[in-house]
Each structure stands twice: as structure tokens, then as C-alpha cells.
């Protein structure tokens, strides 16, 4: 019998082991686990979870089918609301989810909504259990741009209400930030992000990689030449944004988009795998977001010592609880209330050191979290050889620039309508980091949603 | 997969292709370019757009064997594909949105280096097309290494080919011959200049005392050439500038090419690495003092 304050256990990958290697570090349930913890489920009849999920999942639902070993109908329950499921009981922050409603959480531990979600939908990928298709199309062609969370889920979606879509992508593979931002030890690619985008497939959604939208064509062209009477922009927030510091160009000084792109897309971890890396002896992330996190555990994986460089307190870390804590169990530094001011360069054009000064926080600024100010005469010089921005990103402008009436605000990002991504221009819809900028998985699913249901009840009055 | 229609040796170490690849043929403008990648593992190299063909669909692309991946792409033949082919990236020339009535005005002269002369047809074409006569000075080590000339000649002003050891044309660097025009009476309002950082950086310290405006295409490494890296960021003037979103071309005399060469070396080792683990197959075991072998 299971306690009923405290989860049943998920076993992971033993912290000195893993810190070598890009394996997944969380193993998840089996069958048995996930009964045992199903079975805390308290079947609430106005389950708070659920308003906690942006997508909606019918978590007790999916939850009690898994207490009578019904595997197989928890996932087409969970499919009714989300397209993905193996990744996002995977990288969701639950804790200020789904997870931080269920009434479990006032005297204990709340139900691993999460773990038991990617449970389920690990389940249907290992014995290839086939999402509902739509039983007949309806005619209308959509396209959507970019295939990452928003885009992927829109595309489901519309697929299945018998749409005819097409999902346009940039890069060579498909996915957005889970395969060239997420690293592999949180979310395996071959195992999980790519079966997963498989089932997309099979809902009749096609593909086209390596097409630039506002080069290789633009939304104008898609709907004049091509016949797509509706356009879902889901390009995301792509653009690195850098300090501004001298020495910012100096060899060794990445973007943590470089940074992971070349270790998670091009597999620059793997030597079989020609795009190389340099992955350095000491490393300095700066930031503190689950970016950071990826690319200070990553760069950890490929040898270095590694120093978290952030300006505010561990208070203020905006990276999920969980992240923060497998970084330091792994072995990641955390150089807290500290910010750069130069990055010193050796004769050769390489990072030396950087130039920091120590920060204490003042008054609370308009996001609500203490601003913080630089301790005169404190600054001090760190020896570093790599140094990794993750300082955010922004929308990439190219969409909007090529696209007429489109209309953007100040921060580059779309306008867009959130409950059902109407933009400016009739007939194109968004979601996702292009209209929020940098967000989460889950948020960008729920926007892809609106976005799918806004296109629909445009296209089904014609 | 993007076939390859034709695959021609024209030099020692340079090749051309034409890929089958129609969405970049129907929107490219000279100047810009692609981001090409072989198979599977490959990586992604960025190539400027030397010629294309809108109603056949084909890229026609020129690149010089200089590490392990161009070594695997020069081994491609005709009906052989790359697996990725992205495009077109980066901004057009300038010159391709210039007012043509005072571009005729304009007396223009491209200076091309080796495989940099390959970038230097499509605008030398498209301003023949529309009416300008540019003069083109292209530089080459030797006589062999002159690669496009009767498609250059067909489409320039005057042609002033010059080789590093005399054995054809105008016997020096591109620099002195630059020289020579302008101490003969040639007049330049621009100059575009295109080929190894280095000739670059030369040709502009020379075109500023000349007083001559010049453009140039820079060639950082890249990775995505879709602005969401920053791989390839580069000082213009005081500002920094991500080469694949805001140029490849940019005002020479603001660019600061010792910085762009340094960023080229950065990864000079491990590309000699995978280079010699290409050429020795099974039987490189390391020991060459730099390596360290397969492990």
C-alpha cells in the first residue's frame, strides 16, 4: 500500500555517473510505480489540477485508467488535450502547475501528475499504440511555421478535425527547442522527441524542413500560390541576446543557443558526428534560467569545470527547482550576486578570465524580484577559458519584416489574440515564444491550441 | 534530398555543382547564400549562391576542398544529393535594390580571390543583365587556379585577371593591380571585394587611401545562418553585427578583420583532427602528436 503523504519514488541515474554522460537522468516509472502512485490519485470531482494545465489534460481521467492498468485508454485520454505528452511530463514545471493545485499537496506531497503522464506516453511509444485520426478531411489546407512545441501541437490538432497541414521548419530536423535546445540527458531525441513528432505524422500531418519562411518563401506566397487558407506562425524566440561587455567576441565566448545547438542538434558530443565543439577546461554560464541550467550541465558533460554566474540570489534563479538541483548534485558552481563587466582576451583572440563585480538587491523592480545593484569597489577577475551567454532570446524579426500587416509591439514580439491567436492580418493566427517571447513548452502547447481552435472556427464558417 | 545535376572539377581542390533545389531558386538575389550539409552526421557549411537557374530549380554552388567536409563533398557525383540544402540566407546586395539608371551611372569595380570569385559572377551577371559594364579584377596563385574565366569574361566590363606567380595576366596580388588602374586614370565610385579574409583586409586599407567606398562579404563560421546562434557575430564599426542575418556583406572600411581571422582559427584543431581521420581511414592510430588517435 502506498503512503498517501509521500510520491512513490522515481529512480534516476546516480549523479557521479551521469555527470559523464548525456544519458537521461530520470529512468521514470514502470507499470507497477505508476499504480502505486495512480492509486493516491483522490479522483477529485472539481480537480483543481486540471485548471493548473494549460492544456487542459483530464488528469484524474488519465489517472484512474491507470489504476485499473488501462495503459492504453490513459493515453487517448491524455491525447483528447495534448499532442506530446512524453515531453512534456518531462520538461513541464509542474510544481507551478498541474502539480502545485492537486489537494494531495496541502498535507503531503502532491500526485506525480507529471511522472505518471510520461509514463503513459512512454508506454504508447514502446508498444506503438496509434493516436485517433480524423475520420474524414474536411478540404481546407493550413499551413503552419515552425515545428516546435506550439507548432506541433496546432498541427495535431488541426489534423485531427481533418485539416490538411503542412508544417514548415527552418532546420533540418524537426521539433524547435526540444531537439537543439533541451539536451538529450532531459529529453532524449531519438527516443522520444522523434517517435513523438512520428505520431504527428501519423495524424496525416506533412513536413517540409530546410524552408525559411520570409526567405525561402513567404506567408504571402503560401496563401497566394500555394492555397493555404489559413497560417499558424509558431517560429518561437530564437534570437540570442549577448551583455553588450568588451571582450564579447573573443574565441570562446558562445551563445548558449550556439552552445547547445552544436552539442544537441549536430551532436558535436559525439565524435562520430563532424560539427565540432570547443567544449573548454572552465567554463562560465551566465544567467540563471533553465537555458543555464542546459548549458552549464552539458558543458559539464564534455569535461569542464563549471561556474553558474547569475546576479540575483538562488532565490531569484528562474530555473525550475528540479534543474537547480541536479545541476549542483552534479557538480555545477553557483557564483551567485555576481555580474561580468569585461571578458578578458589573450593575445591569441581567446577568453582568458572576466571581470566581475559582486551585486547586492535592492528594491523590488517591475517584475516583482529584487533589482540588483553593483557593490562599488568590489569587482575581482575569475579565470575562465569558455564563456556561455544565456542572457535570453528574442522573436527573430524575419517573419514579421517579410509579412505585410503584420504587426509586431515593441519587444519584436507577434500581437497576437490569446484565446485564439488571431493576429493583425486575416487568416494568420500565432502563439508560442513569437507572440510571448521566451516561455515554456506547456505554454507554447496552449497557444498552439488556441491557435488551432481560432483557425478553425474561422475555416468552418466557409 | 536535394540531387545534384552536375558535379564539375574546375580547379585543383575546386568544385561546382548544380543541386536541384527549387524554393531557393525561385526567391535568391546575388549575395546571398546557403547552408549546406551532406548526410546524417554531417555539419552545416555555409556556401555563397554562385549562379541559379529559376525555371530548371538548380543552385549552382563552387567550393574549394579545405577540411573533412568539403573533402566528402568533393567526392559527390552527378545524381548523388545532399540531404539538407537551406536557403537563400542572408540580405541580397545592395546593389540588387539600387535605383538602375544611377547605378549605370556608377563606375564599379569587384575585386574576387580565388574561390571568392565564385560570389563575384551572380552580381557581375545581374548588373550585365541590367544594363552596367563592371570592371572585375580576379586574383589566383597561379594560372590553373583561375577558375569561371570565360563566364566572367562574358559578363564584365573589362577583365583583368593576375596571378601570385606571373604565369598569367596581371603578374601580383589583386592590390597592385587595383593600383595600377587607379594610377592609370580608372575612377571607381565602388568597390566589392570578395574572397580570403586577409585579401579583403588588404584590398580595403588600399581602398580607403584611394578613397574608394567598398563592400565586402564576410565568411565567419556559421551554424544555423538563420540569426539564432550568433556563431557568427563580428564587429562593423562599433556595433556587432551576426553575419548571416545582417549581411553577408558589409562596409569594409568598418569591418575589423583581425578580429574575423581570429574567430576563423577557432577551430583550427579539431578540424586538422577530423581532417586526418578522413584521409588515413582505418589506418589512423594517432601518433601524429596532435590527435591522439580515435580515443
Not at chain 1, 187 to 193: A, D, G, M, T
Not at chain 1, 323 to 345: C, D, R, S, W, Y
Not at chain 1, 427 to 441: E, I, K, L, Q, S
Not at chain 2, 120 to 142: F, M, S
Amino acid at each position: 500500500m502506498a503512503d498517501m503523504f509521500k510520491r512513490v519514488p522515481v529512480r534516476e541515474q546516480e549523479a557521479k555517473v551521469r555527470a559523464t554522460n548525456f544519458d537521461e537522468v530520470c529512468y521514470g516509472y514502470n507499470k507497477e510505480e505508476a499504480m502505486e502512485e495512480a492509486s493516491r490519485c483522490l479522483n477529485c470531482k472539481n480537480a483543481k489540477c486540471i485548471q493548473g494545465c494549460p492544456v487542459s489534460i483530464n488528469i484524474p481521467g488519465f489517472i484512474s485508467r491507470i489504476k485499473d492498468g488501462d495503459i492504453e485508454g490513459a493515453y487517448q485520454v491524455i491525447g483528447e488535450s495534448s499532442a506530446l505528452p512524453a515531453i512534456c511530463g518531462r520538461v513541464c514545471p509542474q510544481e507551478s502547475q498541474c502539480e502545485c493545485k492537486c489537494v494531495r499537496g496541502i498535507k503531503g506531497e502532491p500526485v506525480s501528475i507529471g511522472k505518471l503522464e510520461r509514463f503513459v506516453a512512454d508506454y504508447a511509444l514502446e508498444h506503438d499504440i496509434k493516436p485517433l485520426k480524423a475520420e474524414k478531411m474536411n478540404g481546407h489546407k493550413v499551413a503552419v511555421i515552425g515545428s516546435g512545441p506550439s507548432g506541433l501541437t496546432c498541427a495535431g490538432d488541426l489534423a485531427k478535425l481533418g485539416y490538411e497541414v503542412t508544417v514548415f521548419e527552418a532546420l533540418h530536423e524537426l521539433g524547435g527547442v526540444l531537439v537543439y535546445g533541451i539536451p538529450e540527458f532531459r529529453l532524449p531525441k531519438e527516443k522520444v522527441v522523434k517517435k513523438e513528432i512520428e505520431k504527428v505524422k501519423e495524424l496525416g500531418v506533412k513536413f517540409e524542413t530546410n524552408v525559411v519562411i520570409g526567405k525561402s518563401t513567404t506567408i504571402d506566397q503560401l496563401m497566394e500560390e500555394e492555397g493555404f487558407e489559413a497560417v499558424f506562425i509558431g517560429s518561437g524566440a530564437g534570437l540570442p541576446m549577448f551583455m553588450g561587455i568588451p571582450g564579447e567576441t573573443a574565441n570562446g565566448v558562445f551563445s548558449a543557443n550556439e552552445y547547445l545547438t552544436r552539442s544537441n542538434l549536430m551532436k558535436a558530443f559525439d565524435d562520430s558526428y563532424d560539427t565540432p565543439i570547443a567544449a573548454g577546461k572552465k567554463v562560465a554560464v551566465v544567467g540563471g534560467g533553465n537555458v543555464a541550467m542546459d548549458a552549464a550541465r552539458t558543458a559539464l558533460r564534455l569535461g569542464a569545470e563549471v561556474h553558474v554566474v547569475y546576479r540575483r540570489s538562488e532565490a531569484e534563479l528562474p530555473a525550475r527547482v528540479e534543474e537547480v538541483h541536479h545541476a549542483k548534485e552534479e557538480g555545477v558552481i553557483f557564483n551567485l550576486l555576481t555580474n561580468p563587466k569585461e571578458i578578458l582576451v589573450d593575445e591569441n583572440g581567446w577568453v582568458k578570465g572576466m571581470r566581475v563585480i559582486k551585486m547586492e538587491l535592492g528594491e523590488p523592480d517591475a517584475s516583482g524580484r529584487r533589482r540588483p545593484i553593483e557593490i562599488p569597489g568590489s569587482e575581482y577577475e575569475i579565470e575562465v577559458d569558455t564563456v556561455i551567454m544565456s542572457l535570453g532570446t528574442s522573436p527573430n524579426p524575419l517573419i514579421a519584416s517579410t509579412t505585410e500587416g503584420l504587426e509586431t509591439n515593441r519587444r519584436k514580439c507577434i500581437v497576437a489574440e490569446e484565446e485564439n491567436g488571431q493576429t493583425s492580418k486575416a487568416c494568420v493566427f500565432a502563439g508560442g515564444d513569437a507572440v510571448t517571447g521566451a516561455a515554456t513548452v506547456i505554454l507554447a502547447m496552449g497557444a498552439g491550441k488556441a491557435g488551432a481552435k481560432g483557425i478553425h472556427e474561422l475555416l468552418s464558417q466557409k | 534530398m536535394y540531387k545534384i545535376r552536375k558535379a564539375e572539377k574546375l580547379a585543383d581542390k575546386i568544385y561546382l555543382m548544380d543541386v536541384e533545389a527549387p524554393r531557393v531558386a525561385k526567391h535568391c538575389e546575388p549575395g546571398q547564400f546557403v547552408i549546406v550539409k551532406l548526410d546524417e552526421k554531417g555539419e552545416r557549411i555555409p556556401l555563397t549562391i554562385c549562379d541559379y537557374d529559376r525555371k530548371e530549380g538548380t543552385i549552382t554552388i563552387v567550393f574549394q576542398t579545405v577540411g573533412a567536409s568539403t573533402e566528402k563533398f568533393a567526392a559527390l557525383k552527378e545524381g548523388d544529393s545532399f540531404q539538407d540544402f537551406t536557403g537563400p540566407l542572408g540580405r541580397p546586395s545592395e546593389l540588387v535594390n539600387e535605383d538602375i539608371e544611377s547605378l549605370k551611372q556608377k563606375k564599379i569595380l569587384f575585386v574576387g580571390g580565388g574561390v571568392g570569385s565564385a560570389p563575384v559572377y551572380p552580381q557581375v551577371k545581374w548588373l550585365k543583365e541590367h544594363g552596367v559594364d563592371a570592371d572585375v579584377i580576379i586574383g589566383a596563385k597561379t594560372k590553373d587556379m583561375l577558375i569561371l574565366e570565360d563566364e566572367m569574361k562574358a559578363v564584365s566590363g573589362n577583365y583583368y585577371p593576375c596571378t601570385d606567380d606571373g604565369t598569367y595576366g596581371h603578374a601580383g596580388m589583386v592590390t597592385s593591380m587595383v593600383e595600377e588602374l587607379v594610377n592609370g586614370g580608372q575612377k571607381y565610385d565602388l568597390c566589392v571585394a570578395i574572397g580570403p579574409v586577409i585579401m579583403m583586409k588588404f584590398v580595403c586599407l588600399l581602398t580607403k587611401k584611394l578613397g574608394i567606398p567598398t563592400v565586402v562579404s564576410m565568411n565567419p563560421i556559421m551554424v544555423d545562418g538563420t540569426g539564432m546562434c550568433g556563431a557568427c557575430r563580428l564587429h562593423v564599426g562599433d556595433e556587432i553585427k551576426f553575419a548571416c542575418v545582417d549581411g553577408p556583406e558589409f562596409d569594409g572600411h568598418l569591418v575589423n578583420f583581425d578580429e574575423a581571422m581570429k574567430r576563423q582559427q577557432m577551430y583550427k584543431t579539431q578540424e586538422g583532427r577530423a581532417l586526418l581521420k578522413l584521409q588515413e581511414g582505418d589506418t589512423h592510430h594517432g601518433g601524429c602528436g596532435n590527435c591522439g588517435g580515435d580515443e
